[in-house]
């Protein structure tokens, strides 16, 4: 069956260095997005991402992140200098563009654990 | 602003109950709302997910309501089982962007 999946599964990092989280997103799928859970809280979306570029994005994603589709394939989140605060799992999701919002149903890979230094 | 959230927030029952997981948002103009398991330190799951023209979906022992006019969702698990214990998310997408609201959770666990 087809999934969503991501690497690495887990990465320690020092503040204020770059982490770049990758997705691998099903095949046939257009729609990507990126999620994070804080440990204990609730999973809060961070960006969607359509036809190459940013649809909507939340609060949480200001400067430091960026994502990029860089060969049709992966789908990455990058963080230019990472913060305590940063310390997450970070979830890519993907949906198909054959159903509509109304029934699109999202795919979620298994996470990319951050702990920030 | 879009807020969801799940009662209880966990839930202890012997194996073969029935129970009854809720979810409740506060905006009812919703495109979708979809169920999911999270295993711990793992992935989410997707279970079900109802349009919001519909009143339920089912999948096996899982059965998940959509009351949109008052802002509610259950979901019935049949006959629980140990390896249903997990915890147990609900999300709203209210744009067709398909952008995901979630609920902090219900922590299942079923007893043998």
């Known amino acids: 069956e087809p999934e969503v999946t991501q690497t690495p599964s887990h990465q320690v990092t020092q503040m204020g260095q770059e982490v770049i989280l990758r997705c691998v997103p099903i095949s046939n799928h257009l729609y990507f997005y990126w999620y994070r859970q804080i440990l204990g809280q609730k999973v809060e979306f961070l960006v969607s991402?359509?036809?190459?570029?940013?649809?909507?994005k939340s609060e949480i994603f200001d400067d430091q992140f960026s994502v990029e589709r860089p060969d049709g394939s992966n789908f990455t989140l990058k963080i230019r200098s990472t913060k305590l605060e940063d310390s997450a799992m970070y979830f890519c999701?993907?949906?198909?563009?054959?159903?509509?919002?109304?029934?699109?149903?999202?795919?979620f890979g298994e996470g990319s654990r951050l702990t920030v230094l | 602003k879009q807020e969801v959230t799940q009662i209880p927030a966990a839930l202890s029952v012997p194996e073969g109950e029935n129970l009854v997981l809720n979810c409740s948002f506060t905006?009812?103009?919703?495109?979708?709302l979809q169920w999911f398991r999270q295993d711990p330190g793992k992935g989410l799951t997707s279970l079900l997910l109802i349009q919001s023209s519909q009143r339920e979906q089912t999948s096996g022992r899982l059965n998940a309501s959509l009351d949109k006019s008052s802002g509610r969702s259950t979901l019935y698990i049949a006959a629980s089982q140990p390896g249903d214990s997990a915890t147990y998310l609900c999300a709203v997408s209210g744009n067709q962007g398909g952008k995901l609201i979630f609920g902090q959770g219900t922590e299942l666990s079923v007893k043998p």
């Open positions: 999701a993907s949906r198909s563009a054959r159903a509509s919002a109304n029934t699109g149903e999202l795919f």
């Open positions: 991402f359509y036809n190459n570029e940013i649809s909507e």
């Open positions: 905006d009812s103009a919703i495109y979708n």
